[in-house]
């Protein structure tokens, strides 16, 4: 899990730069589809430090980040 809460400001860009994932979905489909969904770089790299696993939807990606 991460050190700390992400902030607002990624949780908000979250929705969209995971949009067209097909979950479940290893971490490496997750950051793929943030990058090709044109997310900033400081959210792609937080989701590159999320354990390398599969992730069965999005509550289950904002779960390992801290949020829920």
Same mark, same amino acid.
């Given at each position: #899990?991460? *050190?700390?809460? #992400?902030?607002? =400001?990624?949780? !908000?860009?979250?929705? *969209?730069?995971?949009?067209?994932? /097909?979950?479940?979905? $290893?971490? %490496? %489909?997750?950051? *793929? #589809?943030?990058? #090709?969904?044109? !997310? $900033?770089? =400081?959210?792609? @790299?937080?989701?590159? @430090?999320?354990? *390398?696993? %599969?992730? /069965?939807?999005? !509550?289950?990606?904002? !779960?390992?980040?801290?949020?829920?």
């Amino acid at each position: #899990m991460f *050190e700390g809460r #992400m902030p607002q =400001t990624f949780l !908000a860009q979250l929705p *969209e730069a995971l949009r067209g994932v /097909d979950f479940p979905a $290893s971490r %490496d %489909d997750i950051v *793929e #589809m943030a990058q #090709m969904n044109g !997310a $900033s770089a =400081t959210l792609v @790299d937080r989701l590159k @430090d999320l354990p *390398e696993r %599969d992730y /069965d939807n999005i !509550a289950a990606v904002l !779960a390992e980040i801290g949020v829920i």
